[in-house]
């Protein structure tokens, strides 16, 4: 296949050339972003890998073509290594999913790789791609459908119910289903299972008992091959607390092959974990079911997996990141980050040190540790620095860890037992909860972490106004200590169906004190993600006539202002601040009037005379 068909396969409207040749020049692309390829390339790169033969784009999608005539006359690894070194180029360039191929223009073979990492070698090649696909299709393969994942979250409701019925309580229910989630994940057999003898005791096992069994079995087996230096109070937590549970042991075999066979066939068959999409599938699938069953809680604040990842992408995690989240909950921040890293690694080695040495977790509750613990164990990290404590107790162990990254999300109410005692202590006798609402938290991580780390945190709008004496107290530390970088609001139901706090996104730059930097703040009015409320599951990813996702573009938007520094009318300011003022955009932004049309002005007109009737004669 030629250079030509080649385009005309994968898609002439998706291809990009800055070269006169029409070759894609990586110290050009690179330049142009204000780096040097030299910073990225090994000792034994060619100087002739710079220039990759064909490349494709979208907003979240690169695919990357380099051509041989015959793979049979170059050396294997030689190619190889070549195509490594444009994938680490386009890493470093763009924040875009990657598909890499080697084609042959004097035949007809194709190597393709993609997915997690990306490392071009003979164990990451796919072997069921054996012929060029469209643009679109690879598309699909890397990010999955929005049918699929509405499918997957409409499965949500059905299993709620059905372990409702079937008597499960609702604090169980996530716990259990994710432990269920990952027996089946690695191979749990719940069908046709017979009555078997126990050979310690001499008494017959009822099947519902071997699936138990076979589930704690599998659990410990993949605890102990990873190494987890937690492996004892894991075990117990997902052994004690939810598989020895009344409720779990009063299930009938029927009920839990049937609760099995459910998540079998509606749930997993999305979720392949060596597929990036299949990853977000399943982050989905977990904490959207968490904040479901937990909706009738109000004080949850699940961050969306969503939002998790776009706070991500603005810290920059990498491979080279060691991530704290002091306040995990059920471990969305710490898998989207250790998924984030991975993708940027090169080698399985670098995967491992990843997964092994680099996320770090600290979650006070039982429930929330165990269901973080099953989070990153269906991710496949077994060996997860996650901890059951208070941070506060926690501070040499923070100290040790040469933390460079921080995701958090703090409890906002906090009472007295969760908070720091040297705070604490100086409450008078009938304050019951954190009036820093959870400033204080973060200013306790900020000051135990390393001066290069950056900062991104949630807290509840009331922190950012700061009208109350402790808030205005902890806005004043943090900038006596370290710059306020940016500050984002974000969509007014964030956590719905639980919480009912409006949060915003404060990133924090550790280097030096506010005034030294002398710089303005970045304030993002970021309100719409292009989510929708749906009746009894929460807020939905909206897409266009297309199926294409609204949010991915919305993403793309926001992290563009904020890394330029854009000012936009209704969206972005720039404004120098000090601990006085409120640290929100709504504060100092411009409005956009631009994009008022008169259907908004008779809309407002026909709002204002419906509330002038319903409200009768007093406005009348």
Excluded at 222 to 246: E, F, M, P, R, Y
Excluded at 478 to 489: E, I
Aim: charged share 30%.
């Amino acid at each position: 296949m030629n250079r030509f068909e080649i385009i005309e396969k994968i898609g002439a409207q998706h291809h990009t050339g800055n070269t006169e040749s029409g070759e894609f020049s990586y110290p050009t692309a690179l330049k142009s972003i204000g780096k040097n390829i030299k910073d990225y390339q090994k000792g034994n790169s060619g100087k002739n890998h710079q220039y990759l033969d064909i490349r494709f784009e979208n907003e979240r999608l690169a695919i990357l073509v380099e051509t041989k005539n015959k793979f049979s006359k170059w050396g294997k690894a030689k190619i190889q290594k070549q195509l490594q070194d444009y994938v680490r180029y386009e890493k470093a360039y763009s924040d875009k999913r990657i598909v890499a191929i080697l084609a042959e223009t004097d035949g007809d073979d194709v190597w393709v790789w993609y997915g997690q990492s990306v490392i071009i070698d003979d164990d990451h090649k796919i072997e069921e791609e054996t012929i060029l696909k469209s643009f679109e299709e690879y598309e699909e393969i890397c990010f999955g459908k929005v049918n699929d994942k509405i499918k997957v979250i409409d499965s949500i409701k059905t299993l709620n119910e059905k372990l409702h019925s079937d008597g499960v309580h609702e604090k169980l229910r996530s716990q259990f289903v994710g432990t269920c989630l990952l027996a089946l994940k690695n191979g749990l057999v719940y069908e046709n299972v017979k009555e078997t003898l126990n050979p310690k005791t001499g008494k017959n096992i009822k099947p519902e008992g071997v699936v138990i069994n076979s589930i704690k079995d599998i659990l410990e087996g993949l605890l102990t091959k990873g190494g987890s230096i937690n492996k004892a109070s894991k075990l117990a937590i997902l052994n004690n607390k939810v598989l020895d549970d009344q409720d779990v042991q009063s299930l009938t075999y029927k009920e839990l092959s049937d609760i099995l066979k459910y998540i079998d066939i509606n749930i997993v068959p999305y979720i392949n974990d060596k597929n990036t999409a299949g990853q977000d599938l399943l982050n989905l699938f977990f904490t959207t079911f968490n904040k479901y069953v937990g909706k009738s809680d109000k004080n949850q604040a699940f961050t969306p997996d969503h939002i998790c990842g776009f706070m991500s992408k603005v810290v920059g995690v990498n491979k080279n990141s060691r991530v704290l989240d002091p306040c995990c909950g059920s471990g969305a921040f710490l898998v989207r980050a250790m998924t984030d890293a991975m993708d940027d690694c090169e080698t399985e080695d670098e995967r491992e040190k990843v997964k092994q040495e680099q996320i770090f977790g600290i979650e006070y509750e039982e429930g929330a540790f165990g269901l973080s613990s099953t989070n990153m164990l269906i991710h496949g990290d077994g060996n997860s620095n996650v901890v059951q404590d208070s941070i506060f107790n926690r501070g040499k162990w923070v100290e040790d860890s040469n933390i460079n990254v921080v995701l958090m999300n703090p409890p906002y109410n906090a009472t007295k037992k969760f908070c720091d005692p040297n705070y604490t202590k100086n409450w008078k006798g009938n304050k019951k909860e954190d009036p820093s609402k959870g400033f204080h938290f973060v200013e306790w991580v900020a000051s135990r972490v390393s001066p290069m780390c950056k900062m991104a945190v949630l807290l509840p709008m009331q922190a950012a106004i700061g009208t109350s004496a402790d808030v205005k107290e902890f806005k004043k530390k943090m900038l006596d200590k370290y710059t306020l970088d940016a500050v984002f609001s974000l969509p007014v139901e964030i956590f719905y169906p639980g919480a009912a706090a409006v949060a915003v996104c404060m990133i924090f730059d550790l280097s030096q004190k506010h005034s030294k930097a002398n710089k303005e703040t970045f304030f993002g009015y970021y309100r719409d993600d292009k989510f929708t409320k749906r009746k009894g599951l929460g807020r939905i990813e909206m897409t266009d006539e297309n199926g294409a996702s609204l949010w991915v573009k919305t993403e793309e938007e926001w992290l563009d202002l904020y890394k330029n520094r854009k000012v936009v009318p209704g969206l972005s300011v720039m404004k120098k601040i000090d601990h006085k003022d409120e640290w929100l955009a709504e504060a100092f932004m411009e409005t956009d009037y631009s994009n008022l049309t008169q259907m908004d002005f008779e809309q407002t007109v026909r709002d204002y005379y419906s509330y002038i009737i319903k409200d009768g004669e007093e406005n009348a």
